[in-house]
């Protein structure tokens, strides 16, 4: 079953504050997983990502938690500023029949209060 | 460097009506793709393409059709337009063959169809 589930769907954090979102997967196919940040009016951007031989990459105020055997995987967002505010996904890809194939997870809408 | 260009920004469609949405990458990606973006769906993968003549099938690939005669441009054509397609459509590039290599949206076209 090719599918990333993704929670929550939605969450409000103060200013400063750790913003989390959590992701599974079933299929062990998949071999990459990249966190996309959206903007209102515009289309994902890739934030951050991290291959399932690594337990964590952190870039900045921003860090992917990654537990293969659960098959979890985390974005951890440090000092949530305002301008974090944005819909964020995870994605899973996977190399099927020549080509890397990203499937979705369904959105968390963040906003993050002065 | 333009990246990912879509055209119409905004399109309103009556039932039935048929259009093109138009997608062009200048980054010379063999993987081109389509996905809807719908409250609560994340991106659903509508069709892709790995090059020049060759495509196939997504996750929701009805109502829709794809072409690509060129590396560059891939359209998604919509026959006979029903409100269920109203939704926020991106197109997304990459390199194909690397697994790190990340999907490059467009900034979308809001669809509705009345």
Same mark, same amino acid.
């Given at each position: 079953?090719?599918?990333?589930?993704?929670?929550?769907?939605?969450?409000?954090?103060?200013?400063?504050?750790?913003?989390?979102?959590?992701?599974?997967?079933?299929?062990?196919?998949?071999?990459?997983?990249?966190?996309?940040?959206?903007? /209102? &009016?515009?289309?994902?951007?890739?934030?951050? @990502?991290?291959?399932?031989? *690594? %337990?964590?990459?952190?870039?900045?105020? $921003?860090?992917?938690?990654?537990?293969?055997?659960?098959?979890?995987?985390?974005?951890?967002?440090?000092?949530?500023? /305002? &301008?974090?505010?944005?819909?964020?996904?995870? @994605?899973?890809?996977?190399? *099927? %029949?020549?080509?890397?194939?990203?499937? $979705?997870?369904?959105?968390?809408?963040?906003?993050?209060?002065? | 460097?333009?990246?990912?260009?879509?055209?119409?920004?905004?399109?309103?469609?009556?039932?039935?009506?048929?259009?093109?949405?138009?997608?062009?990458?200048?980054?010379?990606?063999?993987?081109?793709?389509?996905?809807?973006?719908?409250?609560?769906?994340?991106?659903?993968?509508?069709?892709?393409?790995?090059?020049?003549?060759?495509?196939?099938?997504?996750?929701?690939?009805?109502?829709?059709?794809?072409?690509?005669?060129?590396?560059?441009?891939?359209?998604?054509?919509?026959?006979?337009?029903?409100?269920?397609?109203?939704?926020?459509?991106?197109?997304?590039?990459?390199?194909?063959?690397?697994?790190?290599?990340?999907?490059?949206?467009?900034?979308?076209?809001?669809?509705?169809?009345?």
């Amino acid at each position: 079953q090719q599918q990333v589930k993704q929670s929550p769907q939605s969450l409000i954090v103060q200013k400063g504050g750790i913003s989390i979102i959590n992701c599974a997967y079933e299929n062990t196919a998949f071999d990459y997983f990249p966190w996309y940040q959206q903007f /209102p &009016g515009k289309g994902p951007a890739l934030l951050i @990502a991290i291959r399932p031989d *690594v %337990s964590e990459k952190k870039e900045g105020r $921003f860090t992917i938690s990654f537990n293969k055997s659960a098959k979890q995987f985390s974005l951890h967002i440090m000092d949530s500023q /305002p &301008g974090d505010s944005a819909t964020y996904f995870c @994605a899973a890809t996977a190399f *099927v %029949s020549g080509t890397y194939k990203y499937i $979705f997870g369904t959105g968390t809408r963040l906003k993050v209060l002065a | 460097n333009a990246g990912v260009t879509q055209t119409p920004k905004f399109q309103v469609l009556k039932t039935g009506q048929s259009m093109t949405l138009q997608c062009a990458q200048d980054m010379n990606h063999e993987y081109m793709s389509w996905y809807r973006q719908d409250p609560g769906m994340g991106l659903r993968l509508i069709h892709y393409s790995v090059g020049a003549g060759i495509t196939d099938q997504g996750e929701v690939p009805n109502g829709y059709n794809v072409s690509r005669s060129t590396t560059e441009d891939f359209p998604l054509r919509l026959l006979s337009a029903a409100p269920s397609q109203t939704s926020v459509y991106f197109c997304a590039s990459a390199r194909a063959s690397s697994y790190n290599s990340p999907l490059h949206f467009g900034n979308g076209t809001r669809l509705t169809v009345t």
